[in-house]
């Protein structure tokens, strides 16, 4: 049999169960989520000031 990568589904009962606290994930997901919203508008931003105005 194969081993598999998480243990349980969805994810973060994966981390529950490798004894995290609910709230240590919940916080540290949502850390995560932030920086790929920051990520999206910094990509954008540097787009922009590489190529300039459109105008």
């Given at each position: 049999?194969?081993?598999?990568v998480f243990n349980m589904?969805?994810?973060h009962h994966h981390?529950?169960?490798a004894g995290w606290v609910e709230n240590t994930v919940i916080v540290?997901?949502?850390?995560?989520?932030?920086l790929a919203v920051a990520f999206g508008p910094g990509v954008f931003y540097a787009e922009y000031?590489?190529?300039g105005p459109l105008l």
């Amino acid at each position: 049999t194969r081993k598999r990568v998480f243990n349980m589904a969805p994810i973060h009962h994966h981390f529950e169960l490798a004894g995290w606290v609910e709230n240590t994930v919940i916080v540290r997901f949502w850390i995560i989520a932030g920086l790929a919203v920051a990520f999206g508008p910094g990509v954008f931003y540097a787009e922009y000031l590489s190529t300039g105005p459109l105008l």
